[in-house]
Every structure is written in C-alpha cells, then in structure tokens.
C-alpha cells in the first residue's frame, strides 16, 4: 500500500473523543482542521498505544519560539 503524505501538516483546531453508546468497546477520535472532522475510530490496545506515545512524544516537545 502506497500513501502520499504531504510535506506539511495540518493542524488541529479542536478534537473531541467519546464511546459510541452501541459500540462500547471501541473509542472515537474526532480531529477538527481547516479541511473538516475526520473520525477515527480505535480499540482498546490501540487507543493505549496511542495515548503512550503522545505522551512521550509530548514530553520531549520543545518550548514554542517566541514571537
């Protein structure tokens, strides 16, 4: 599978995160750009993985440059 990934990316405006009443056992990721919402939707282990990563991720971000 090939993917074309733009040399910029797109920066979130707003997200939101919550559990279909049907569906329990997956989490939904709504991420907000300039573009529109895309959903994303998550199981359990993914969405562990996925908070330990930013989180990291986040800890190594640097203070932003001031203006």
């Known amino acids: 599978m090939t993917t ?3 040399t ?4 979130v405006t707003a997200f ?3 559990w279909p009443e049907a569906q ?6 709504s991420l907000t750009t300039h573009h529109g919402v895309q959903d ?3 199981n359990k282990e993914q969405a562990l993985l996925i908070a ?3 989180k990291e ?3 190594r971000l ?3 440059k001031s203006a």
Do not use: H, Q, Y
């Not at 910029?8 to 920066?11: D, I």
């Not at 329990?24 to 990721?29: A, E, N, Q, R």
């Open 8 to 11: 910029s990316a797109n920066f």
């Open 52 to 54: 330990k990563t930013i």
């Open 24 to 29: 329990p056992d997956i989490m939904v990721l």
């Open 57 to 59: 991720t986040a800890a």
């Open 4 to 6: 074309n990934r733009s």
């Open 62 to 64: 640097e203070k932003p």
């Open 16 to 18: 939101a995160t919550g």
């Open 40 to 42: 994303f939707a998550f």
